[in-house]
């Protein structure tokens, strides 16, 4: 990795740069006040930034509720795809979690993701169930995917 780069355990000063990154990620991104409120209000979340030059340019959060860590978004600025640095963010994340006591991570993914999914198979994700019509934008379906940390 660049030696620029860096990990940070994120907050909620952080919300506007985190927000621009999902909005740029995904059709149906989260609302600022929805990351607000995982800052604020939730006491499972845990938001790891990476950062280029002190500017966040992806970030993962999960939610550790007892041994098991649920991934609810990650994502990296556009013009920072194809570098590997989601798999070193999921790899980071991966590791906080344990950290934290987290025994099992899962996640969902759409099931056209194949990039996504191939990343997580190479940090030793399997699949498991479908959740049918999962996202609200098209219906499409979802593959939860979990490992053991």
């Known amino acids: 990795?660049?030696?620029?780069?860096?990990?940070?355990?994120?907050?909620?000063?952080?919300?506007?740069?985190?927000?621009?990154?999902?909005?740029?990620?995904?059709?149906?991104?989260?609302?600022?006040?929805?990351?607000?409120?995982?800052?604020?209000?939730?006491?499972?979340?845990?938001y790891v930034g990476l950062e280029e030059d002190g500017n966040i340019i992806g970030y993962c959060g999960v939610w550790i509720v007892l041994d098991e860590a649920h991934i609810t978004n990650v994502a990296i600025l556009p013009q920072y795809r194809g570098m590997k640095l989601g798999e070193a963010l999921m790899r980071e994340i991966m590791e906080v979690s344990a950290d934290k006591g987290a025994m099992t991570m899962t996640l969902e993914v759409r099931v056209t993701n194949h990039i996504a999914q191939s990343l997580y198979r190479k940090l030793g994700f399997q699949n498991g169930a479908i959740r049918k019509n999962y996202y609200t934008d098209n219906q499409e379906d979802a593959l939860v995917m979990w490992v053991n940390l």
């Open 1 to 46: 990795m660049n030696k620029s780069l860096t990990f940070r355990f994120l907050n909620e000063n952080d919300v506007d740069e985190i927000h621009k990154i999902e909005r740029e990620s995904f059709t149906m991104p989260w609302t600022k006040e929805a990351f607000y409120n995982e800052f604020t209000q939730n006491k499972f979340a845990v």
